[in-house]
Nanobody
């Protein structure tokens, strides 16, 4: 599985961004949980959101609940992260990840990673 994240940028606090993750996989994404992680300078990579391979179950890190929404389109092999009401503390490099029948919130549970896209939120 190859993943390509895009959509990052510079936005003012309170603004919105939509991250996209394009996947290339010989067997599609239907058996893969997809997740977004982020890593700020000097900090460890942290879980942000995940979506089950059934496309229904989702889960979020507490600080983004109610502001971020993860979704997927298996027909297009795409995963999205809609980020609203952005805060300066959301500034980080955001990574999409895929794990075959994996359902966890630790980075080690995902075998495939995109290259990351920078999100910067100014105050």
């Amino acid at each position: 599985v190859q993943l390509q994240a895009s959509g990052g940028g510079l936005v003012q606090a309170g603004g919105s961004l939509r991250l996209s993750c394009a996947a290339a996989s010989v067997d599609g994404l239907t058996m893969y949980a997809m997740a977004w992680f982020r890593q700020a300078p000097g900090k460890e990579r942290e879980f942000v959101a995940r979506i089950h391979w059934n496309g229904v179950a989702t889960d979020y890190e507490d600080s983004v609940k109610g502001r971020f929404t993860i979704s997927r389109d298996n027909a297009k092999n795409m995963v999205y992260l809609q980020m609203n009401s952005l805060k300066p503390e959301d500034t980080a490099v955001y990574f999409c990840a895929a794990g075959r029948k994996s359902w966890g919130i630790t980075a080690s549970g995902y075998a495939y990673w995109g290259q990351g896209t920078q999100v910067t939120v100014s105050s």
